[in-house]
């Protein structure tokens, strides 16, 4: 098996200040609503504890029967400033990569430089699935300066 290490950083402005941006991932309620699947799925299982050593999990199966399981753990956690967790992605029973997810807010006047950096190693699709990932994980932060500015989510293509 050959396994693939890359980085990438999602950069963006968002017009609201950091507490805001920040309270976007701190609660269920709140990360629901940018981070979800991109179509109608069947959530099985959607476990959310934001704390240092606190797990997150998002499991559901899409409507082609494909189950894609995120099992996140919360590592390091400075209010308003950053989010590290590290997070197993599996498609079924094969686990296709492990993931160093790092989330920095910068204030910026009232608005915020948000800075998503992600470092992985990914057991099979190769550069295909790094390619995947970064689009994908564009997708939810696009999502999340959506819902934050008040306009609706665009949808992945």
């Not at 609503?33 to 991109?38: S, Y």
């Not at 989010?83 to 296709?96: M, P, Q, S, T």
């Amino acid at each position: 098996m050959i396994v693939t290490h890359a980085t990438f950083v999602i950069e963006r402005q968002l017009n609201a200040p950091p507490d805001r941006v920040f309270a976007a991932y701190a609660s269920l309620a709140a990360k629901s609503a940018w981070f979800r699947t991109p179509t109608d799925a069947e959530v099985l299982d959607r476990d959310f504890d934001f704390r240092v050593g606190g797990k997150e999990r998002f499991r559901a199966r899409w409507v082609s029967g494909l189950v894609t399981d995120f099992q996140a753990t919360y590592h390091d956690i400075v209010e308003n400033e950053r989010i590290v967790l590290v997070y197993d992605l599996f498609h079924g029973d094969e686990k296709l990569s492990v993931s160093l997810q790092t989330i920095e807010l910068r204030a910026d006047g009232g608005r915020t430089r948000l800075l998503h950096t992600e470092q992985g190693a990914y057991f099979s699709g190769g550069q295909d699935a790094v390619d995947g990932r970064e689009h994908g994980t564009a997708w939810h932060v696009d999502n999340l300066v959506a819902v934050l500015e008040g306009r609706e989510a665009r949808p992945l293509i």
